[in-house]
DNA sequence: ATCGGTGCAAACCTTTTGCACACTG
DNA sequence: CAGTGTGCAAAAGGTTTGCACCGAT
């Protein structure tokens, strides 16, 4: 535990000293990113962006996500069946469990199931890059 | 533990027995997906069942995939990227942990992982219905 | 003979790209 | 001002579907 909460707020910034340029639509969706607690696809990006500056265009959100997955600032997730849905790259790692009866993302981690990865992984002779872990279940109640 | 070893090999039994009919097609796609030890997506598996019969199209293909999902007998994977890649349904669980290089395809199992996987999802109030648990990893080069 | 399954082509959905113009640094 | 970024429209995957014919039961 005790990671330092990361001042991560200044994408901005980082993606400048890459000599990337902070152009309004990046402005925007970076923003939207960055507010937002769900995992929204690029459409509903787009509709966000739009009601802020109604000339954004889908392939800019693309090209964008694209972008900011290069520089670490988000994640792509290809959850079953759907569109990529994106999510800001936030303090702390975690997974996801998908609620499959109302499409509900909820987000958790457990350390314990990290480390077994790193052994499994290691057993195997491979380093892991980065991992995906999804639990798709229902609502239990209570009998 | 101690599931009994399924004779799990015959599919085509519980298909007719589920009012399904077996026809030429899906005979042979059926016995594509069981004798592979891979994980082909679609068209793959039609360039292989056109060996067989040449008449067979990517939509039966694709409609094949869908019947057999829904009976159990196959799962559809979809790893970062690519498009649907199909494994049948074996005696055991398992998961992937994917070559990132090479894109190659390793199966791995714990019990520990399931294990904590269903604590974690109890603890949110949620049953599994099904997970998915990928690895992406570069081969260690020993130093 | 019936009704489900198939091939074909067209449609769909998501994502990428070519091009000419616009804007950031 | 140079060169990157953008919008638009078209293209590129991957997957699904409507339709008329075919074949398993």
Redesign the interface.
Known sequence: MTTEAKQSLDFEGDLRRAGIRITRPRRIILGILQETGDHPDAYEILRRASALDASISLSTVYRTMKLLEEHGAIQRH?F??GPSRFEHTGEEHHDH?I??ETGDV?E?R?A??EK??DE???E?????????????????RKN
């Open positions: 290809a079953a069946g469990l609620d499959v909820i958790f457990s314990r199931i077994l990865q499994i992984a290691r195997l002779g491979y380093d892991i890059l980065h991992h995906r872990l999804e639990l798709y279940g229902r609502k239990r």
